[in-house]
Nanobody, 117 residues
């Protein structure tokens, strides 16, 4: 079993920045992918960014150049630095980990990011 705890959400003005973090605990194999998804009201959950344990990354086109994902493998923690936020970034952001060898996926409970003036 794996637990994920997100932090760092909140209210920010357009053009501002936020940094999200997600700490994973439990039975975590070295071969994994940690990432962030988001779900805006009335929309499907979508990938924001993810990073594998070898530091390979993937970003949604809508956040490229504005968001940066990073991770600390020793702490099993993934971060999402979000810059130049706009109202379309308003959503609940969920942390996710995929354990490649056993094919399991775990989710955090989510943290709300609201971009508003």
């Amino acid at each position: 079993q794996v637990q994920l705890v997100e932090s760092g959400g909140g209210l920010v003005q357009p053009g501002g920045s936020l940094n999200l973090s997600c700490a994973a605990s439990g039975s975590i194999s070295r071969s994994n992918v940690m990432g962030w998804y988001r779900q805006a009201p009335g929309k499907q959950r979508e990938l924001v960014a993810e990073m594998d344990s070898g530091s390979g990354t993937d970003y949604a086109d809508s956040v490229k150049g504005r968001f940066t994902i990073s991770r600390d493998n020793a702490k099993n923690t993934v971060y999402l630095q979000m810059n130049r936020l706009n109202d379309e970034d308003t959503a609940v952001y969920y942390c996710n980990i995929r354990l490649i060898r056993i094919g399991m996926v775990y989710w955090g409970k989510g943290t709300l990011v609201t971009v508003s003036s």
